[in-house]
Each structure stands twice: as structure tokens, then as C-alpha cells.
């Protein structure tokens, strides 16, 4: 345990846990209880619960649960050590580690580390000798020296070993060097450096930290970037760079681009809200980032067949997650980049008049549609309707519904009525579709949950349910633990992940100390098996804790458990007949 029970207690009653987590989530409350969406998993209907009373919150989508500790190391990837010392910061504690060092709170601690050395070294490069081929395409891309010190832009020397050796020089191990993905093992067991002659972009976190680079070719090699691949400290999938500039940016909009130069020269002329995507299509992870701080996500992608299918697919993930969406048109140039650069001196006014004339993701889908048929005939007219009210029907505002509809009606010349019955019609269709999807998403999330977490359930059903209606009560209502204690012990649970629960709780009342799943060992249960924990104990009611509902999951329990007995003897005695059969016919 890194910190002391008392610590932990005390900074949980001083944590307000509605507080932290409508900075993530926007909740409302139902009851006693709040509820919203899921910031870990897509969803429309809300699932997710905040339990202020116990400072605990559960998912009943996708089966995320735990308490504020937890919550912030899924929503930050803090480790332990750092959501307790975010917490204690926040309400004026000082945290002290204790001597029991924590292995992986030491692992990501020495990434942050190497990474930050890693970025000194590539600036350096860059400003040597070694770097002016580097140095001369940013030029030619008109980045000037203060931009450069401003993103911390580096160069990977072409030698194979260079960031390696240099790393070694430092106190660093080869171990540590390949975690952070700095460099790779050769075929002949040799360190070597994972990127070679490329312009380095370091990827920094909102806090901060140096956590991964992107590595640009200078030529025409393929691949054109190459980024960090997972490390302890850095997911892909949740990150973006330059947010740690756009966050402070004191705009509730955000420019989103694809690429790193193009976030770079937005934010040396004067586009500070800007961020980029890393190499790939944008995730679930990322426009839950996005979310936190901004209102409004401004797409603005190449303008290539492949940028603008990559652009689509972003403005149905954001609208989805409620997040306002615009998209940027920009004229004879394929990026913002070249626009400005195109552009001149006028270029930066010229781009900034492009953001306020953006336009909204349904119209931009329209005149995308209206470009494709032609609706001076009638067969292109049915076509772009049909499309158009498709488009329209995912649309949730009533308002913007209508607007759409009276401009498709000015365009064509059609009755505005025909073409509101064919957008309901097709909302009905999305509705069927999407509950269906709903019901099968939930299934197969229920079912991977169980297989995940508790394997043994899904066999062993009755006994499972019976199980965590025991351990409810106990959590719960400790006044009867004692009586549950006296009549049943570990040996009559019928799943692994519930015995080892009853255990620990049972090692809690032993020492007289209150269950808290903040005490519990990482050693001993996963942050998915904290999550079922977590979900046990918010399924309790008062009616649970009777003696009659006790009695009956007791007597339900010890049933199941002698069915199973008596099924594993049978099957010992079949084995134990069918061998002497095999027996009999061999001689």
C-alpha cells in the first residue's frame, strides 16, 4: 500500500466526486444518484451512474466501475500513485509515498524521463550540423526559429544508434529505452533507434509531460510518419497533439487538422485552438478528449478523396457525442497550410474568414450530395432527396430539420411535406435500427463482460447471482456480516473471482477495518474486476439486507454449490468406469 488507510479515507471524504467527474461527464441527477454518458465507451442513452454517497461510479453499459481513484486512472491513464497525488493537490494534501515503491509508478516515471531527454537530444540534432537538411524544409515551409523552440521540433539523426548511445551515456537502460519505444531490438539482439533521419514532433500531454513523438520523412519514404507505438505513458487513440497549447487557449472551439505541420503553421499564424490527429482515423477516445475542452470541433482535413472520407466519418463521431461540428472549405490549396503560405501576407485574415464562414456538418454533407446528382432531371432530383433526407434524419433538432427542409424545397421545387414524411420515415427506420443495434451491443457487451471479468457465470448463473447478493449485504450492512460469516466460508463459493471477494472483505472485518475498494491489492483483483466490485455493491436495497433474502441467498447458495459436488463426483466415477472398460477391452 503506497499510502496509509487513514490518508486515503480522509482524502475521499474531502474529494467531492460530483465535482471531478461533471469536468468529464455531463451528469444530472435522478434521485440521489446522477447520471450521463459514458466517457469509456460510445453510447446514446445514458448508463453511466455517480453514487455521491459512497463516492463510487458504475456503468451498466459496459461494466466500468470503481471509485474517484479509479475513475481518474481510466479518464487520465494516471497509475495509482498519480490519481491519489492529483487528488490530495486538489484538495490541499500532501501525499507522501511511502517506502514501498510502486513498479510501475517508477516505470512511468523513468518514460517521462527518457521521453524529455529523447526531445532535448532530437532539438539538439536539429540545431547542429547534422540537422540542416531538416532545417531547411521547415524554412521551406516558412516555420520560423521561435515556432520551432515553441513545439520543441527536433531531428533523428540518420545513424541507427545514435539517440540509443546517447541514452546509455545517460544512466539509462536498454530495458527502459525500448518501453518507451525509442528504439527497437535488432534480429541479432542489438538496441537501435526507431526513428532514423526524420523530423521529430514531440507529442506532450495536458500536464505537461513529453509522452511520445511523430517522426516525419524528409524524402519520399514510405511510411511518410512514424509514430510512437503504446507505451506506459502514451495511447494513441487518447491523445492529440499540440492540445497542451489549445487548451489554454481561452476559445471554446477547436480547429482539428490532420496532420502535425499544418497544427504547427496554424499556431504560428495565429490559430492557438488548434490541434491534429496522429497519423489515424479519429477515435472514440480522442473526441471524448476533444469534449472536455471545447463545445465546438472545427474539422479542417485535406482536401483529398481520402481527407474528406476521414472528415465524414469525424462529423458523424462528434455530433454523436454532442459535440458541435463545423467544416472547413478551403479553396485551390489542399490543406491550411498551403492556403496560407498561398495566401501571403493576407493569408492568416483570408483563413480566419474560411473558420467564420464554415459550415455546419449537415450542410456540408447536402452541397457534398448536391455536387453528386444532377437534379436538373428527375431521376438526379429523386436521388439527392432520397440521400438528403437521409442526411436529415439523423439530424436531432426539430429546428434544423425544418430549416434543411425548406432550403431542399426552395432547390428542387418539391412540396416541403413530401420531403419531411420521407426524413420521418427514415428517423423511424434509424430509431428500429439503432434499438436493435442497442440490444445487440448490449448482449454482446454482457457477454464479454462476464467471460472477462467472471468466466465461471455464465455456467454457473444461479450460484453467481446468489453470490453477489451475499456479498451486497455484506458490503453493505456489515450489522449482519457476522451471521453471514458463521454460516458460510470461502469453500461454498461456486466462482473463483466471488470466493476471492468474500475472502477479502472477510480479512477486512477481521481487522475490524470498513471495505473500501481503494485499499484493494492490484495484485490481488484488476481495475475490471474493481469495476464488478463496484457494481455489486451499488445493486444493494434495503430489501436485500432481510433475514429472509439472506436466508434464501445462503440456501440458494450452498444448493448450487452440493449440485456441482455431486456433478464432479459423477463425472470422477464415469472416468473412473469408462478407464476400467478400456481396460477390460485391451485384455
Known amino acids: 500500500m503506497m499510502f496509509s488507510e487513514d490518508f486515503i479515507s480522509e482524502l475521499k471524504e474531502r474529494t467531492n466526486v460530483e465535482e471531478i467527474i461533471s469536468e468529464y461527464v455531463n451528469i444530472s441527477r435522478k434521485g440521489k444518484n446522477l447520471i450521463g454518458l459514458c466517457p469509456f465507451h460510445a453510447e446514446r442513452t445514458p448508463s453511466f451512474c455517480v453514487y455521491p454517497n459512497n463516492g463510487s461510479f458504475y456503468c451498466f453499459g459496459c461494466g466500468i466501475g470503481g471509485d474517484i481513484i479509479t475513475f481518474l486512472r481510466l479518464a487520465e491513464h494516471f497509475d495509482y500513485v498519480e490519481a491519489v497525488k492529483y487528488l490530495a493537490e486538489r484538495v490541499g494534501m500532501n501525499a507522501v509515498v511511502s517506502d514501498e515503491e510502486n513498479e510501475v509508478h517508477k516505470q512511468k516515471s523513468l518514460v517521462y524521463k527518457v521521453n524529455r531527454d529523447a526531445a532535448k537530444f532530437f532539438y539538439n540534432s536539429l540545431m547542429s550540423n547534422r540537422g540542416v537538411e531538416a532545417l531547411n524544409y521547415l524554412k521551406n515551409r516558412h516555420i520560423l526559429p521561435k515556432t520551432v523552440k515553441h513545439f520543441g521540433l527536433g531531428y533523428a539523426p540518420p545513424k541507427g544508434y545514435a539517440l540509443t548511445d546517447y541514452l546509455k551515456r545517460l544512466g539509462y537502460s536498454e530495458e527502459i529505452i525500448i518501453l518507451a519505444n525509442l528504439a527497437t531490438k535488432t534480429r541479432y ?131 454523436e457525442n454532442g459535440i458541435n461540428v463545423k467544416v472547413l472549405s478551403i479553396p485551390k490549396a489542399k490543406d491550411p497550410d498551403e492556403y496560407i503560405r498561398l495566401n501571403g501576407k493576407d493569408g492568416t485574415i483570408k483563413f480566419k474568414n474560411l473558420i467564420d464562414n464554415s459550415k455546419s456538418d449537415t450542410e456540408f454533407k447536402l452541397e457534398s450530395l448536391k455536387i453528386k446528382f444532377d437534379i436538373s432531371s428527375s431521376e438526379g432530383k429523386i436521388k439527392y432527396l432520397t440521400e438528403a433526407a437521409k442526411v436529415l434524419s439523423s439530424c436531432e433538432s426539430a429546428i434544423e430539420r425544418d430549416i434543411f427542409s425548406s432550403k431542399l424545397c426552395d432547390e428542387t421545387g418539391i412540396n416541403k411535406s413530401a420531403i419531411s414524411l420521407q426524413i420521418e420515415k427514415y428517423r423511424k427506420m434509424n430509431f428500429k435500427k439503432h434499438k436493435k443495434n442497442e440490444f445487440k451491443n448490449i448482449s454482446k457487451l454482457t457477454a464479454a463482460i462476464n467471460d472477462k471479468v467472471n468466466k465461471e457465470k455464465r455456467e454457473n448463473l444461479r450460484a453467481a447471482c446468489a453470490e453477489e447478493s451475499v456479498l451486497s449485504c455484506i458490503i453493505n450492512n456489515p450489522d449482519i456480516a457476522n451471521n453471514i460469516f458463521s454460516r458460510i466460508s470461502e469453500d461454498e463459493f461456486v466462482t473463483d473471482l466471488n470466493k476471492r471477494i468474500y475472502r477479502s472483505i472477510k480479512n477486512f472485518s477481521e481487522q475490524n477495518k470498513s471495505f473500501d475498494v481503494s485499499f484493494l491489492s492490484e495484485k490481488e483483483f484488476s481495475l475490471e474486476e474493481i469495476g464488478r466490485i463496484t457494481k455489486i455493491t451499488c445493486l444493494y436495497t434495503p430489501n436485500m439486507g432481510t433475514r429472509e433474502s439472506v436466508n434464501e441467498y445462503i440456501d440458494t447458495l450452498l444448493e448450487e454449490k452440493r449440485k456441482k459436488n455431486i456433478k464432479n463426483e459423477n463425472s470422477e466415477s464415469e472416468i473412473k468406469k469408462y478407464i476400467e472398460n478400456l481396460k477390460k477391452i485391451k485384455k
Request: charged share 25%.
Open 189 to 319: 539482439s542489438k538496441c537501435r533507434d526507431r526513428f532514423e533521419g526524420r523530423l521529430m514532433f514531440p507529442i506532450i500531454d495536458v500536464r505537461g509531460n513529453v509522452i511520445a513523438f511523430g517522426g516525419r520523412a524528409l524524402k519520399n519514404e514510405i511510411p511518410k510518419y512514424i509514430n510512437t507505438s503504446d507505451t506506459p505513458v502514451f495511447k494513441k487513440s487518447s491523445n492529440l497533439f499540440a492540445l497542451n497549447f489549445a487548451k489554454n487557449s481561452g476559445q471554446n472551439k477547436i480547429i482539428l487538422t490532420e496532420g502535425y505541420m499544418d497544427a504547427v503553421s496554424l499556431h504560428q499564424s495565429g490559430f492557438p485552438n488548434t490541434v491534429a490527429g496522429l497519423g489515424t482515423a479519429l477515435t472514440l477516445g480522442q473526441v471524448k478528449l476533444l469534449g472536455r475542452y471545447s463545445d465546438e470541433v472545427i474539422l479542417s482535413y485535406d482536401a483529398d478523396e481520402a481527407g474528406q472520407k476521414a472528415a465524414k466519418k469525424a462529423m458523424d463521431m462528434l455530433r
